[in-house]
Antibody
């Protein structure tokens, strides 16, 4: 059974950094692209970043480009999101999600980790 | 960037009704369109991928159609468990975008 567990969220001051983790189990992690998606309180879903199954390619939403870095460690079945220069508008629930092979859909999601950027 | 516009934003319905949600893309996305259901406090759940393909385990009362720039999610025989928020999502050249969501309420 596919299982994704996010961790690393918390309260952080504007301008500071935070690193999120997503631990995967129940499938061959190294065969799948992985995504981060966020949701501000009371708002809709916003795609954040994707990393290819072998980490050869990474793509970001314009809103986080240059501040966030996605990475993965296939030996640990874990994906990361390094978030630097955090802003109040980055406050959100951050979900990791599995790429659904050739469908370009996100077929399994974790339960999320909450990031609050506040002084 | 491609923009996704969902309508309506809110939809009032009753158990047993059939409802339709529309998603329009600002430019053609072929059939790279997915639909998700999200309940309060929960992660989204994939319902439909590639515009019309039902994800495994999703009830057949959900169906998707469309291509190019206009897509629809139809739910027939609405059940109490279906009252939720629905999002469309497009893929185009290494970018994924969600619609703003449609809340289906009683």
């Amino acid at each position: 059974q596919v299982h994704l567990v996010e961790s690393g969220g918390g309260v952080v001051q504007p301008g500071k950094s935070l690193r999120l983790s997503c631990a995967a189990s129940g499938f061959t992690f190294s065969n799948h692209g992985m995504h981060w998606v966020r949701q501000a309180p009371g708002k809709g879903l916003e795609w954040v970043a994707v990393i290819w199954y072998d980490a050869t390619d990474k793509y970001y939403a314009n809103s986080v480009k240059g501040r966030f870095t996605i990475s993965r460690d296939n030996s640990r079945n874990t994906m990361y999101l390094q978030m630097d220069s955090l802003r109040a508008e980055d406050t959100a629930m951050y979900y990791c999600a599995r790429g659904g092979g050739g469908t370009n859909a996100l077929d399994y999601w974790g339960q999320g980790t909450l990031v609050t950027v506040s002084s | 960037d491609i923009q996704m516009t969902q309508s309506p934003s809110t939809l009032s319905a009753s158990v047993g009704d059939s409802v339709t949600i529309t998603c329009r893309a600002s430019q053609s996305i072929s059939d790279w369109l997915a639909w998700y259901q999200q309940k309060p406090g929960k992660a989204p759940k994939l319902l439909i991928y590639k515009a019309s393909n039902l994800e495994s385990g999703v009830p057949s009362r959900f169906s998707g159609s469309g291509s190019g720039t206009e897509f629809t999610l139809a739910i027939s025989n609405l059940q109490p468990d279906d009252f939720a928020t629905y999002y469309c999502q497009q893929y185009d050249v290494y970018s994924w975008t969600f619609g703003q969501g449609t809340e289906v309420e009683i």
